[in-house]
Each structure stands twice: as C-alpha cells, then as structure tokens.
C-alpha cells in the first residue's frame, strides 16, 4: 500500500503537535460529529460494532486520504520525511522558544537561583514587625423607653422575643392543613423590624389569574428561625448561560426563552419526521410555519378550558375560537395532529422497540433533559418527587397507582428548585423497560460527565446502595446539581417524602456530593437500617400516649457489620440517668432549635394552637411542595386531550416543563415587570408569537373576501323573459337534472343547469340550441340531428317525455344570488 513504518524519537512533543493539530484534529473533529449525529437520529445511547466501524472508515476517508497536501506538509515541516536533521533542529528551536529572537534568560537583573535571592533580601531590606492595631472599644448605645434605660442585651433579647412571633403560611389557605402558619396581629411590627428582608414593596390585590405567579424570594416571609430563614434566603434559580438566555430574551422575548428548550433545528426535525409520513399517506407536506404554528395551537389549548379539538373551530353560540380559525383549518390541524412524529421513521429496530415502551419518545426525552440541565440550575432546597404522564395506551411503560389523581400513567422522578419551580431533571421510572441496562447507567449514558463519580462511590466499602437500586438513579438526578454548580453556600437541602427517604441513601449522597447535599424528610420504619428500628418503634409509641405537640430525637447510627452483640450489651448495662431524653437541649441544637407551628386541636374557635417543634419540621412542610406546585401549574389547564399515542402525551408533556422553565427563566431576566405577568399570560404570548406568521399568511390568502349574496332580482333588477338558464339548487337534492334536450336525441345525461320558464335540466350548449335555435346556423352532425329531435317533439313524436311541473330543483331568478 507504499506505507512507510517512521519510529519516533521518545519525548518528542514538538513533533507530535504539528502532526495531531494538522492531521488528526480533522479526524476527531469528524468523528465527533457522525457520532452525535448517529445518536440523535436513532435516540440509542448504545452504538454498535458495525455503525463504529463505518463512522471511523469514512471520517478517515473524508479527512486524511482525500486531503494528502495536509499529511506531506506536516511531515516535510517536522523534517520526518524526508528526514532532514536541520529541520528537526528548526522545529525543537521553534517549540524551546516559541518563535522569540535573542537571548533569553540571560540578562543580568534575572535571578534563577533561589539562595540569592534570599540573601540579597535580607541584606537590601529592611523587615519590620507587623504593625499593631490599636483596639477601639464599642460605644455603648443606651435607649430610654418609658424611663428606662434599655442596652444592646436589651435590644437583642427584645429583638428575639419579637421575632419568635413570626408565623408564616405556604402560599395556602386552607384550614386543614396538616401543619401550617397564621398571620400575626404585630406582622407589620414585626416587618419594620427586619427591615427589607421581609418585603418593603407595597402589596397589590391579586387577581384569579395571578395564582400561578412564583413569588420571588424577596417576597418570601421569614420565620424568624436561622435555619429555615437561611434556606429562604438562598434559594433561587442560577442560570448558567446567562448571556445565551439574556439574548435569546431580548432578540425574541417569551418565545426566544422557549427555544432555549425546543430548539429551532430540533422543530426542523420535527417538521422532517412528520412530511415523511404525511408524504406516505399522500398528504400535503407541512411547512416551517405551519410546524410552529401546530406547536403554538397545542399551547394555546391548555389555556382554554375547551375539551374537544372540535368545539376550538365550531360556529355554534358560546362554543369555537375566531383566532384557531385564523390560524389553521381544523381539518389541516388534524391531518398534521394524526401524523406528528417525534422521532425518525424506521430509525429504531424492533428488537430495541420490544425491549423499551418508551422508544418512540427517547429523542424529545433527552432534548429536554439535556437543555434543563445545561441552562440553569436551582439553588438551596430542591424537592424530588414523582411526575404523572397520564395516559390510558396500552404500553408497558404505564402504571397504575389508585393512589394518584391520574390513576394511569407513566411515572417520571423529578428534581425541581423550591423556589423558582425550575424542573431541573427528569427521568422514567423504568417500568417496563426490559433492555439490559439499569436506570443509572442509562442517565450517565446521557451525562457522560457523572460516570466516574457515581460509580465510585457506589463502589465504595462503606455505601450499601447497589448500581441496580433506583436509590442510585435518585442520586446521579440529585447530585447533578452540584456537579453542575456548588453551591456559594455549600450546602443544599433535599427534601422528599417517605417514599424516597432512608438513611443509606442520605449517607450515600452526602458522600457523593462530598458533604454538600443533605436530605430531609418523613420515614417508614421498615426502609431504616435494623439498628434504629427498635428506637424508632419505642418512640413511636411514646408519641402516641404523648399530648400534640410532643416530639423525640432518634439518631440513626452508621453501625459496622461486626458491631452487633457488643452494642446491645452495651446498651443494656447503661445506667439509666445516662440515656438521654429525646427532647433534652442537645436535641433541640441537633434540630436547629425551635419554630412555631399553629394548628387546630378542636377546641379554638378563632385561633389555632401554638406549638413549638423543632425546625426540620417547619422547613419539611415548607420546602416539600415543589414538585406539587408544578403539577398545580400543569393541571389547571393541561395539555391533554383524548390521544391514543403515547407519544403526543409526553410531547404535550414536555412542553409544558419547557414552558414552566421558560417562565422561570423570564422571572429571572425580565426585571420588575415579570411579577405582573401569570404563567397563562407567558403561554399566550409564546402560542401568538409560534403562530403569527402562519395568521399572516392565512389572512393573506383569505383577503379577497367574497361579496355578500344577495338575490339578482335586487342587483339587476327582474327579468320578464320567458326562458332563463341558472345553477340548479342543491338544497333540496344533489342539483343534477336530466337535460331534456338529451332525452329528446336518445341520451340520458346529467345536468347541472335548469330553465325557470319550463322547469327542466339543460346543458348550457342544449339550452341555447333548443330556445335560440334561430340564432344556430352549422352543418354539423349534432346540431342537425338536435334540430330533427326538436321537429319529432314539435309534431308530437317526441324521443323521450318529461315532466312539466315546478321543480325545486330549478333555482328561479328570484331565488338566485350573486358569489
């Protein structure tokens, strides 16, 4: 093949640059892009053999082979081949100095040798001792309130006892609660003492619409509790690419945040999937616009309280919409609806379709998760929970809970900001799937970059969580944040409930985000290690006999496996006054103190009790709802309707996340004016701006409005002739009469034009011939024999008879109108 086999000198690095720059980085450059392609198109994480091959064989081709100069070049320039000693020469100088002429490093105010250094510094210069700081003593402030003179202890025992009076509700009025706040009487007293941290704008009354508005942290009331009141404070939203969502912002406002998520070239995917099947069932192929304008009518139906796609179009009283009829034909909608893809045609193989009920929606899968993970990232307390696809398909992937509001449906854990609401990961539960991989390793398949991470600690000695737990997908989700930004505080807080808290999980994920992400959350007895079950079930019981508002301690305990029959000894023989009591000082500190928390007991009337719990309580109650806000927002006019497919429900599905991140986002750049605008305002904005440019093609299609139809006889006024030819009337048959003229010559033949003065069908050529037969002159065949069949029924041998009374038929003159 005329290679030549060149051994390189060890450590020559000034040679292997040029040749990897010039001659490779084509090479991998390429096959970096076939393989991204490749795993977009069939939306497999898993690449064969085969497909590795053809990928490297034709980067190879397309890179090196075919661009030669590139490779003799590089080779002549490093003095390799031809070898040349003096251009090896040329090139280490090149690579020693990088290109500087003269003498480097000689001149004589350089020093290289450490030990002048030092003794030149301590015989040229003078060191001083640090200078002292003379300590100033703090004023003491003295206040006189009603004659007495009051301290600084005075004024912060004063603050304090002020400020544990603050009690803060959730964004809920509702009663039955299970733990919740009540307004105070001294709540503006108590404000002006915090100052701006409790909120100085002046409050508005809120609108019905204004339900779906996320407070901004600002807005956020305080406890008075440190713990609770830190996480408030730095709980938030972070965007990582700012100058991206800043742009996309002032380019294309609301819908440019949109396409943050759903990108334009992934829509140009969607519009090519779906012309290949409209273009197999014979259909029109969709444009660019009409692809956004479909788009933008699926927003727009989650905020219109419309349950059937009919009743958008209808022209019924009360019932349709002017501006879907504006923008689409419902017969068009639903031809695009029926045929949408969301994925690549004959792209996945069967044996992968039989293997994951979730095949078909892979593709819009991994763009949303990818885009929510790499924009922006939440900050402070972030809930995980699950998310409900509902669905009644027969897939494998669905499942039933009678638990839930949506009985059916495909389940999704999700990781969502507390804050802002910001849906930061999500991913299946797995049901179903029956492919050789477990949850972890498909969502690093994904995330690459938490593939050594997640597997070491997983592997380590001291983590009993197994690569196959969905304990190990819950903590690649939750510590994808702070792989993605630590936080500026070091720590966050992961709130979940029983379903989802034990105390191997915490460990592990405390060990995984390296100490920065704790958990909290109720418990089953049953999911806790053996060692605190028995605690656990004594102090339950203790609790049952105790009045409301008692509480206990118990610490869970990181117990080595030979540790067993020693600590229950152990245990036994302790004297009783050294067991300490479950709500001692110590436990009380281990809570972050306390916080009060007012409910009903069903004795008050007006007011609810107080009672003092311990701070994790108040923050649990606090922080939990994030996942449930957001399915709030998505159920209060959801994007579903009556789909067979399950892959329209996820896609539905998914742009609402997109929608709801959107508006997370808008909040974050739009300044002081986003607090007036809902999420169902930012969803109209976005549905007008996807669908105006198919609004302005349509109008101008439709601007030749028809005149309106008004009767001839008004126009032009009544014509007093005997015979006149009109369009027949469909209204009361199909408008087909037999032309008598026809009849006459022996044919029997349609229509679709009648003579007012003797009530019969005529063809205009028949009707002309047989009324203004004066005016024909010809030789021809048919119109002579058209003229016998006149003189047979002028002498009463007529062909054919019909009949002579008034048909409805026959549109008269009075009865015709102009289009």
């Known amino acids: 093949m005329g290679i030549l086999l060149l051994a390189l000198p060890p450590n020559a690095t000034h040679l292997y640059q040029p040749l990897d720059v010039a001659v490779f980085k084509p090479f991998k450059s390429a096959v970096t892009k076939a393989l991204e392609s490749k795993l977009l198109d069939t939306a497999d994480m898993v690449l064969s053999t085969t497909d590795s091959i053809q990928i490297a064989c034709a980067a190879y081709q397309s890179t090196i082979m075919e661009c030669p100069n590139n490779v003799t070049s590089v080779f002549a320039s490093t003095g390799l081949f031809p070898a040349l000693f003096p251009n090896m020469v040329k090139r280490l100088k090149l690579y020693t100095d990088g290109g500087a002429k003269g003498k480097i ?18 015989s040229e210069i003078l060191i001083l001792p640090p200078a002292t700081e003379k300590m100033i003593k703090n004023a003491r402030v003295t206040v006189d309130i009603g004659g007495v003179l009051v301290g600084n202890d005075d004024l912060s025992r004063k603050h304090r006892e002020a400020t544990i009076d603050i009690h803060v509700l959730l964004n809920d009025d509702d009663d039955s609660a299970e733990w919740e706040f009540e307004d105070s009487d001294m709540e503006d007293e108590i ?90 069932k014979g259909k029109v192929e969709a444009t660019l616009f009409e692809i956004d304008a479909y788009i933008g009518l699926e927003i727009a139906m989650s905020i219109i309280p419309l349950t059937e796609i009919k009743e958008l179009w209808s022209q019924k009283l009360f019932l349709g919409q002017q501006d879907f009829t504006k923008t689409m034909a419902r017969n068009r909608f639903e031809s695009i609806r029926a045929r949408f893809q969301i994925h690549a045609p004959d792209s996945v193989p069967v044996e992968r379709r039989e293997q994951d009920p979730l095949w078909h929606s892979r593709r819009v899968l991994a763009q949303i998760q990818k885009k929510f993970t790499a924009i922006a990232v939440p900050v402070g307390a972030i809930s995980l929970d699950e998310i409900t696809v509902r669905t009644k398909a027969r897939s494998g992937a669905k499942t039933f809970m009678p638990s839930k509001p949506d009985k059916y449906g495909v389940r999704f854990y999700g990781v969502v900001g507390w804050e802002s609401l910001y849906t930061y990961s999500v991913w299946d539960n797995g049901s179903g799937n029956r492919t050789r991989t477990v949850p972890v390793d498909r969502y690093v398949d994904v995330f690459p970059s938490l593939r050594t991470a997640i597997f070491r600690t997983l592997g380590r000695n001291d983590i009993s969580v197994k690569r196959k737990d969905a304990s190990a997908l819950w903590i690649a989700m939750c510590g994808h944040l702070s792989k993605t930004f630590p936080a500026l505080s070091s720590r966050r807080l992961l709130v979940c409930d029983n379903f989802y808290t034990r105390h191997n999980l915490a460990t592990t994920l405390l060990a995984f985000t390296d100490g920065e992400m704790k958990m909290l959350g109720t418990v089953r007895i049953s999911l806790q290690v053996k060692w605190i079950g028995p605690a656990l079930d004594a102090a339950k019981a203790r609790m049952d006999e105790a009045p409301r508002g008692s509480w206990e301690l118990v610490a869970a305990l990181d117990v080595p496996t030979d540790w067993g029959k020693s600590h229950k000894r152990a245990q036994k023989k302790l004297p009783p006054h050294l067991k300490t009591e479950g709500d001692d000082p110590e436990a009380i500190q281990l809570c972050h103190d306390l916080a009060p928390l007012r409910r009903w ?23 939990m709802n994030g996942v449930d806000r957001v399915d709030q927002l998505r159920s209060t006019n959801p994007i579903r309707r009556k789909e067979k497919r399950l892959s329209m429900s996820i896609l539905t599905w998914a742009i609402d996340l997109a929608l709801i991140n959107a508006f997370a986002l808008f909040q974050k750049v739009a300044g002081p004016g986003a607090a007036r605008v809902t999420l169902r305002e930012f969803k109209r904005r976005v549905a007008e701006k996807l669908t105006a440019v198919q609004r302005t093609r349509l109008d101008k299609a439709n601007r030749k409005q028809p ?81 016998d069949a006149l003189c047979a029924a002028t002498s009463g041998d007529a062909a054919a008879q019909t009949r002579l009374k008034k048909n409805k038929t026959i549109t008269y003159l009075d009865q015709l109108e102009l289009l």
């Open 105 to 122: 490093g000689k001149e004589g105010w350089l020093k290289r040798k450490q030990e002048e250094i030092r003794l030149e510094a301590r």
């Open 191 to 280: 404000e002006s003492l915090l100052g701006s941290e409790a909120g100085g704008e002046e409050e508005t009354p809120a609108s019905e619409s204004d339900a779906t508005v996320v407070i901004p942290p600002v807005h956020r009331k305080l406890t008075g509790n440190e713990y609770i009141d830190g996480l408030i404070r730095e709980s938030g939203l972070h965007i990582i690419r700012d100058k991206e969502v800043q742009s996309a912002y002032a380019d294309r406002g609301e819908l440019g945040l949109f396409s943050l998520f759903f990108t334009r070239g992934f829509r140009d995917s969607l519009q090519n999937w779906t012309n290949t099947m409209l273009k197999e």
């Open 601 to 623: 007991t069903g004795e008050q009337v007006l007011h609810r009790q107080t009672f003092q719990v311990p701070a994790t309580v108040v923050a649990y109650n606090l922080f």
């Open 707 to 787: 005149a309106p139809k008004e009767p001839l006889n008004l126009v032009l006024g009544a014509d007093n002739s005997l015979h006149a030819i009109t369009p027949n009337s469909r209204q009361h048959s199909t408008g087909k009469l037999t032309c008598y003229l026809c009849s006459l010559r022996g044919f029997s033949k349609k229509a679709l034009f009648g003579c007012t003065g003797c009530h019969r069908g005529f063809h205009v050529p028949c009707f002309t011939a047989f009324h203004f037969r004066d005016a024909l002159t010809s030789s021809s065949l048919s119109v002579r024999s058209a003229f």
